[in-house]
């Protein structure tokens, strides 16, 4: 875009931070303006509580607009479906197609909460219990729009307190203190989520699970299971790490001869122990001396009880019970 900005995309800009204030964003290169960007709700009054839908729309502006057609992209969309989306933008295709050569972004918002007030119930599934959203659910949009069944929301945080609750009670207490409060999660981005939990358990649970088959086992389930069982004896026959449970690695101790007796039995103790007969005999001359020395090499490692303090005395300090000189 050149350096001169066009009258009509200034009256534009002026006119939507006029109208929407702290809900646009406008990012300029110099005194130009490049991305126009805001998030679009749903029609709803002043009720904010009832918006479950949003999307926010990102308006990048060419060097010739308006009388060339801006990229749209459409950004965070929260309870829209890809279907319903796909239909935003081909709406918004036509539209630029139709207001060539004229300001087109009041327009593009106008487009985007219509369709958004005429679809404003959450989409998809609930991440929780996997069931849609029917007529008849009580259901919750968190801070962060993410939607859930406030009954499975409810059972959600209370596992989730539990489960740190237990593990709180695993640490020390001095880890305990100084450990973070429980604090409830969104299940999808993780952001904290501030909602009485009492109030969510009240709510009736889904009506697809109270009107769901009840579970049978499927031949697609079946075949499944034998295709996992193959795999488990197949990685089971080339040694993989398979089983339950803290598989993690052996801690590392310094066991005394009776241990090796108890855990590898006696001839492999017995081994261990004529290891060092055999070194010593092989040396010439005094051979129990010169393996004892400090220095020597062919000293053995100290195979007994781990004392966890150094026993040796220290230059210049008298050992325990010790007479000093007179």
């Not at 007969?277 to 220095?295: I, L, M, R, Y």
Request: glycine content about 8%; aromatic content about 4%.
């Amino acid at each position: 875009m050149t350096s001169v900005v066009d009258e009509r995309v200034t009256d534009e800009v002026e006119a939507l931070v006029a109208i929407l204030m702290d809900d646009v964003t406008i990012r300029r290169v110099g005194n130009v303006p490049t991305v126009i960007e805001t998030v679009v709700n749903p029609s709803t009054g002043e009720d904010i509580d009832q918006q479950y839908v949003c999307v926010t729309l990102e308006v990048r502006l060419t060097p010739n607009y308006p009388d060339a057609s801006p990229d749209i992209v459409l950004r965070n969309p929260r309870g829209l479906d890809d279907e319903l989306l796909a239909s935003i933008h081909s709406q918004i295709k036509n539209k630029l197609a139709d207001c060539l050569g004229q300001p087109v972004v009041f327009e593009l918002i106008d487009l985007i909460r219509e369709n958004l007030t005429a679809c404003n119930l959450p989409s998809g599934q609930c991440v929780i219990c996997l069931f849609g959203f029917a007529e008849g659910d009580v259901f919750i949009k968190t801070q962060c729009y993410h939607h859930f069944h406030s009954h499975c929301l409810a059972n959600h945080l209370i596992s989730g307190k539990k489960y740190y609750q237990e593990e709180m009670d695993k640490l020390p207490n001095w880890q305990q203190v100084q450990a973070p409060p429980y604090q409830p999660c969104c299940p999808v981005c993780r952001c904290v989520v501030t909602t009485d939990v009492e109030t969510l358990k009240s709510a009736p649970p889904p009506v697809e699970s109270v009107n769901a088959p009840p579970f049978r086992v499927t031949p697609e389930m079946l075949a499944m299971q034998r295709k996992m069982s193959h795999l488990l004896a197949r990685q089971i026959a080339r040694g993989g790490v398979v089983g339950s449970g803290n598989l993690g690695p052996r801690p590392l101790t310094i066991t005394t001869a009776a241990d090796a007796v108890a855990n590898n039995g006696p001839s492999q103790a017995a081994q261990e122990a004529a290891k060092p007969e055999t070194a010593a005999n092989d040396q010439p001359g005094n051979a129990s001396n010169d393996c004892n020395e400090p220095g020597s090499p062919q000293r053995q490692a100290y195979r007994g009880p781990y004392r966890g303090f150094n026993r040796r005395g220290k230059p210049g300090r008298r050992g325990r019970g010790a007479v000093g000189p007179r």
